[in-house]
């Protein structure tokens, strides 16, 4: 019995956290255009590495879909397909972008489409969410087609430090991402049949007037997932201020990411 125990209890823990991912992008699509700025950023630099031509476009992690159009704009002549794990952000998405662009609600590590069915996939600060890395690089290798290219932001560790700093306590370290290594996102897609990778980090900081601006900028757009079930309380808040003041800067209260570009091309 126990080896199907294990399976029962991964698969659990598979749909909570679904659950949970699922749940906080839907609470955050109501202010996810307004308060994902750093995102929008972050963004710009796949934009740049976009091929001249794409005809089959999956944007995998698509949010209310502000890329998905962008994306339907820049290859007016192209099929795309934008998936997310929130219904919410899909309904925002469908609600403001229309049905042009196919809308589908699925998990990126077992998206239910066809094998070799695109020959672009972008992903703007998704896959860091999903605890099955294999799962996802297996699909995205089976989803592009032959010289089909994925284009990747994901976050490595040094991402949000002073938000980890100002919540940790001595028994109580803050990790609001459990974040892989850029080595161990190129040793996987290695694993998974990629022979063309190239892996760009970069540095990202932005500023905020206030705690409560930055919690904001995080909360916003689903970041905090990772600490189901915390409970805190107004001296835990008022803490976390105190310490987050200590790194104020001229503008502002910092909040860094370290932003990995993947770019992938299948053989």
């Given at each position: 019995?126990?080896?199907?125990?294990?399976?029962?209890?991964?698969?659990?823990?598979?749909?909570?956290?679904r659950?949970?991912v699922?749940?906080a992008?839907?609470?955050?699509a109501?202010?996810?255009?307004?308060?994902a700025?750093?995102?929008?950023?972050?963004?710009?630099?796949?934009?740049?590495a976009?091929p001249?031509?794409?005809?089959?476009?999956?944007?995998?992690?698509?949010?209310?879909?502000?890329?998905?159009?962008?994306?339907?704009?820049?290859?007016?002549?192209?099929?795309?397909?934008?998936?997310?794990?929130?219904?919410?952000?899909l309904?925002?998405?469908?609600?403001?972008?229309?049905d042009?662009?196919g809308?589908?609600?699925?998990?990126?590590?077992?998206?239910?489409?066809a094998?070799?069915?695109f020959?672009?996939?972008?992903?703007?600060?998704?896959?860091?969410?999903c605890?099955?890395?294999a799962?996802?690089f297996a699909?995205?290798?089976?989803?592009?087609?032959?010289?089909?290219?994925?284009?990747?932001?994901?976050?490595?560790?040094?991402?949000?430090?002073?938000?980890?700093h100002?919540?940790?306590l001595?028994?109580?370290?803050?990790?609001?991402?459990?974040?892989?290594?850029?080595?161990s996102?190129?040793?996987?897609?290695?694993?998974?049949?990629?022979?063309?990778?190239?892996?760009?980090?970069r540095?990202?900081?932005?500023?905020?007037?206030?705690?409560?601006?930055?919690?904001?900028s995080?909360?916003?757009?689903?970041?905090?997932?990772?600490?189901p079930g915390?409970?805190?309380t107004?001296?835990?808040?008022d803490?976390?201020?105190?310490?987050?003041?200590?790194?104020?800067?001229?503008?502002?209260?910092?909040?860094?990411?370290?932003?990995?570009t993947?770019?992938?091309?299948?053989?």
């Open positions: 019995m126990k080896p199907a125990q294990t399976l029962d209890s991964a698969h659990d823990q598979r749909l909570g956290w659950r949970r699922a749940h992008f839907d609470r955050a109501p202010h996810y255009e307004q308060r700025s750093a995102q929008h950023v972050m963004g710009e630099r796949l934009w740049t976009l001249e031509h794409a005809h089959r476009i999956l944007d995998l992690g698509c949010g209310p879909g502000g890329w998905t159009a962008a994306l339907a704009s820049r290859y007016p002549d192209a099929a795309l397909v934008g998936l997310d794990l929130s219904p919410v952000m309904e925002h998405a469908r609600h403001t972008h229309g042009r662009i809308w589908l609600c699925a998990d990126a590590a077992h998206p239910p489409l094998d070799q069915q020959d672009l996939l972008f992903s703007n600060l998704t896959i860091q969410w605890p099955d890395m799962a996802v699909g995205l290798h089976r989803l592009l087609a032959a010289r089909g290219c994925a284009l990747i932001n994901t976050l490595v560790p040094g991402t949000l430090t002073e938000i980890d100002a919540w940790s001595p028994d109580r370290p803050a990790a609001l991402l459990a974040l892989r290594s850029a080595e996102y190129r040793d996987q897609a290695r694993l998974c049949g990629f022979e063309h990778i190239r892996l760009d980090q540095t990202y900081r932005f500023h905020y007037p206030t705690f409560a601006a930055v919690m904001a995080i909360k916003g757009v689903g970041a905090q997932v990772s600490r915390a409970r805190l107004r001296r835990d808040l803490r976390a201020t105190q310490r987050y003041e200590r790194l104020r800067e001229p503008h502002g209260l910092p909040v860094t990411y370290q932003c990995l993947l770019t992938l091309t299948k053989s």
